[in-house]
């Protein structure tokens, strides 16, 4: 049964990294391919990963048995990415170091990037994997000025190349690092050796330094400000050995660790040199019954740190033996602690009482809310997550916390560009949770990675960026450190960052400005819809009211009608010429030129001719009936008189004008 359950835990871990490598999220599809292949994790990424940069080199396998975090039971410290700023390991290495980064095949068009030196100058080319060197040539000569006939660009691992040669043949690194010699033009002479030096100091140096034991070379860009003691600082992070056990081979016999590669006299601008582990002889001293287990610790895992001396403080101190009360400290964060909140404010007012009040701004918050401050806000104001998970039991626990966490340095720039988040994983239970938040927000890949971490390489300062689609963790930093490599990984991490924040902050513009313009137009619709409204509004308007009024001329005209009409079949009817009774005859012309003809009885009223003329469309209350001559107004006489009272007879010609 033990071995059943170790077999299944190996195959998890090889499952974990067969993901983060190949970049397969399904699950059942990664363990189809992996038995497919037996669980042989190497020929399963051979067969998923496009076969343009050929198959895994053989020395792949001897590098991933040694590298713990991936399958393997040694008691090496598993590796972190590389602290040199220049070196090839790309963010990923966090998540599967044993694979170099050469072998993962990114998004086509694949681009390499090269480091050109020519003399003092150092030109970067970035160029497309299926351009030919005559390419890089073309771009050098516009950037230096130098013929590409006079040109010769060295520093190919395959030795000199025609101009013809396609770059995606050669199966290169995305980063490379090359020279320009030009042998036919000759070289000013510098004005003294001060300025000679202080240009070297500025150049590049490519380390090639090959790990015997490891059967590995590692290719590492330094500036030549770099001291010798610097990069074997920097290499014992890549090989775990520490500096006092290194014995390297290559360098000039008259170096010193204090200077630097400049002034080294190594060749440039490459230099071989090797590196193994030196012999120790045993410890002869025996441990005191009292402290022997602080001096097993310090025997079997000693290569995991520098001596104390190296951080500012004694081995006592180191170890957490300052006092000898032994008193044991209150733990940073309770044990199955239901609230993540309460729990972070423990471990603040702890973590306080223990280091001092210079120490990073730690989030009180949970994991989910702490990446929300960090990774959703404006591009603008996105920072990097940093994840400190402290363990009480690890002997690095002290000296990081009062050393690299409380330096001024380390607060201000963590507090500038990160969101600080912290958990204890002391006890096993909140490691479990803590296991279970990383699996929910991050994928099972980067807990996977820290429950491969043993409890002497603690504490760890995961490094967090958020992504478009999903989190990346951009590097794991481990107890056995110093103040320098600590900064130095946070800004290189701040480099990666900063240029994808740029491009968010480039695709957030330029989606403001589209929903901008989406948004003006909207405005300009919505105004247009709204004057098209209120136009055709006042239409309805005017077209409602000339209904209204048409309605009321209509009523009125019918209402003239009627009583025209009436009017009409009130008249008397028209006398004969002839009759006993005297006739006045009256002719009555209207605006508009026609003439009313008709025969009155002299008796008859005035209302009567009023009453003929309305019938005819004329009412007296709109029109005046007047004579010729003397010009009178008939119709200011009295209704009631006779045609013979007012002289209308025997025959008159009036006409009908409108009042005033």
């Given amino acids: ?40 994790l190497v020929a399963a990424i051979n067969g998923v990963i496009p076969q343009e940069n050929g198959i895994l080199q053989s020395n792949l396998s001897s590098v991933a048995s040694q590298a713990n975090i991936y399958g393997s039971r040694s008691q090496a410290a598993p590796e972190d990415p590389p602290a040199a700023p220049a070196a090839s390991s790309s963010s990923s290495s966090a998540f599967c170091p044993a694979l170099p980064s050469r072998h993962i095949v990114e998004r086509q068009p694949r681009m390499l990037n090269f480091r050109v030196e020519y003399r003092q100058r150092t030109v970067e080319v970035v160029i497309e994997e299926g351009s030919v060197v005559g390419e890089i040539k073309q771009i050098l000569e516009t950037e230096l ?10 520093g190919w691992k395959s030795g000199d190349l025609s101009d013809s040669i396609v770059l995606q043949s050669l199966h290169l690194p995305k980063n490379n690092s090359l020279y320009v010699l030009t042998p036919e033009i000759t070289p000013t002479a510098s004005t003294s050796q001060n300025s000679v030096l202080q240009e070297s100091l500025n150049q590049n140096f490519l380390l090639v330094i090959s790990h015997r034991e490891a059967q590995r070379d590692y290719n590492l860009n330094f500036p030549g400000s770099r001291t010798i003691q610097e990069v074997k600082r920097n290499v014992s992070d890549l090989i775990n050995i520490p500096v006092r056990h290194q014995q390297w081979e290559g360098w000039p016999a008259s170096a010193s660790d204090s200077m630097t590669l400049a002034a080294s006299g190594i060749s440039y601008p490459c230099h071989h040199l090797g590196v193994c582990r030196r012999s120790s002889p045993a410890n002869a001293r025996e441990p005191t019954e009292e402290c022997a287990d602080v001096h097993m610790v310090s025997d079997s895992e000693g290569d995991d740190f520098e001596d104390a001396s190296e951080f500012g403080v004694d081995e006592s101190e180191m170890f957490g033996m300052g006092t000898s009360t032994g008193c044991r400290k209150a733990p ?48 603008r104001d996105r920072k990097l997550l940093a994840i400190y998970l402290h363990n009480d039991e690890s002997v690095l626990g002290n000296v990081f916390c009062s050393q690299m966490m409380c330096a001024d340095s380390i607060v201000s720039y963590l507090s500038q560009n990160f969101i600080t988040w912290a958990w204890d994983v002391t006890k096993e239970a909140n ?36 992504k478009r689609t999903s989190n990346e963790v951009l590097n794991v930093i481990q107890g056995n450190t110093t103040v320098d490599e600590l900064m130095m990984r946070l ?78 079949h009130a008249l008397p009817p028209e006398p004969a010429e002839e009759g006993g009774e005297p006739i006045s005859k009256l002719r009555i012309r209207t605006p508009s030129g026609e003439f009313l003809v008709r025969r009155f009885l002299g008796s008859t009223k005035l209302q009567v001719l009023f009453d003929f003329v309305a019938s005819k469309g004329y009412p007296w209350e709109d029109f005046k009936l007047l004579t010729t001559f003397p010009r009178r107004n008939i119709t200011q006489l009295d209704p009631a008189s006779s045609l013979l009272e007012a002289k209308l007879f025997p025959q008159e010609t009036l006409f009908l004008e409108a009042k005033e």
């Fill in 332 to 379: 940073l964060m309770p044990e199955n602690t239901e609230n993540e909140v309460d729990a972070l404010l423990h471990f603040t007012a702890e973590f306080t009482t223990r280091y001092g009040e210079c120490h990073p701004v730690f989030f009180i918050g949970t994991l989910e809310a702490a990446s929300q401050e960090a990774f959703y806000g404006k591009a």
């Fill in 145 to 154: 000025q130098v013929p590409v006939s006079k040109m010769q660009l060295k």
């Fill in 431 to 466: 490691k479990a949770r803590l296991l279970t938040m990383c699996t929910r927000h991050f994928g099972s890949v980067v807990a996977q990675t820290i429950r491969t971490y043993k409890t002497d390489q603690f504490p760890l300062l995961l490094i967090v960026m958020g």
């Fill in 1 to 40: 049964m033990a071995s059943d359950s170790e077999n299944n835990m190996d195959r998890e871990i090889i499952l974990a990294d067969f993901q983060a490598c190949t970049g397969i999220d399904d699950i059942a599809e990664a363990i189809t391919l992996l038995e497919l292949n037996n669980w042989d």
């Fill in 491 to 568: 800004m290189g991490a701040m480099e990666i960052f900063t240029a994808q924040q740029q491009e968010d902050i480039k695709d957030e513009d330029e989606r403001e400005a589209r929903e901008m313009v989406k948004r003006e137009q909207d405005e300009a619709y919505q105004l247009s819809l709204e004057a098209d409204r209120k136009k055709r509004e006042a239409q309805e308007r005017e077209q409602a009211e000339q209904l209204r009024l048409q309605q009321i001329q209509k009523e009125a005209d019918d209402e003239k009608e009627a009583i025209r009409l009436s009017l009409e």
